[in-house]
């Protein structure tokens, strides 16, 4: 079992930044794939980045890609969203999760509750 707790959501002017940090319990951090997700008001849920177990891989969606860093620390059991030259559309809530590799890509087992991301114009 791990649990997920997402902290550094705010509001933030257009062009600004903020990091996310998203902090695991359990013994089992290292071993896990970890992305961020998101979730627009009327909008599905959407893939943001993924980090592999080790940390040697990433992957972004392209509405992000340029602006926004994945990193992890396994020692701190803690992975990071960097946000750079954000826009209103990006205002959202920001969810992390714990996962696996799968057949097709990876899957995710654990989601933290999310924190809140709003990006002013």
């Known amino acids: 079992q791990v649990q997920l707790v997402e902290s550094g959501g705010g509001l933030v002017q257009a062009g600004g930044s903020l990091r996310l940090s998203c902090a695991a319990s359990?013994?089992?951090?290292?071993?896990?794939?970890m992305g961020w997700f998101r979730q627009a008001p009327g909008k599905e849920r959407e893939f943001v980045a993924t980090i592999t177990s080790s940390g040697d891989s990433t992957y972004y969606a392209d509405s992000v890609k340029g602006r926004f860093t994945i990193s992890r620390d396994n020692r701190k059991a803690t992975v990071y969203l960097q946000m750079s030259s954000l826009k209103p559309e990006d205002t959202a809530v920001y969810y992390c999760?714990?996962?696996?590799?799968?057949?097709?890509?990876?899957?995710?087992?654990?989601w933290g509750q999310g924190t809140q991301v709003t990006v002013s114009s």
């Open positions: 999760a714990a996962g696996h590799r799968a057949q097709n890509g990876f899957a995710y087992d654990y």
């Open positions: 359990g013994r089992t951090f290292s071993s896990h794939i």
